[in-house]
């Protein structure tokens, strides 16, 4: 049995987004985001268990994202998150989950303070730098 439910609703806004569509060539950056989340959801994993050395076999696939459809509101993809039954980590709250929440965290703290929290993996930095590099002068990404 598949469950879906919407995980996040990231906002495009700028000119190419008016018509509440996702151009093609953004889409990499949702595909980046998924990458960071499972960077965030691996940080937090290894903090609550610090004796392990290896992630849960198969750790990545528990995070299946899909574009269901785009909303109004500039351009909003509606990302929704597909859950196979039988899983370590179900919903409706998961590592995944607190990743998002991480990461939005994360967020604000670049905003006012200009950098990362401490501690936030650095590969997630690396993939979070490179989220916004489809984006055009005068468009953004946000994340409620």
Known sequence: MIRHRVFVRP?????????????VDVLPGLSTYREVLVEVAAHLFFAANPNRLRLPRHFARRLELS????????????????TKAGYLFAPPHD??????STLNDSIAHVQKHGTLPDGFPKRGARLLSQL?????????????
């Open 67 to 82: 574009l269901r459809e785009v909303e109004e509101g500039s351009a909003v993809p509606v990302l929704i998150r597909e």
């Open 132 to 144: 916004g590099s489809y984006l055009e002068p005068g468009e953004s990404l946000e994340f409620d």
């Open 11 to 23: 906002i495009l806004r700028g000119k190419r987004f008016k018509t509440h569509s996702v151009p």
């Open 95 to 100: 590592l995944f989950d607190s990743a998002v």
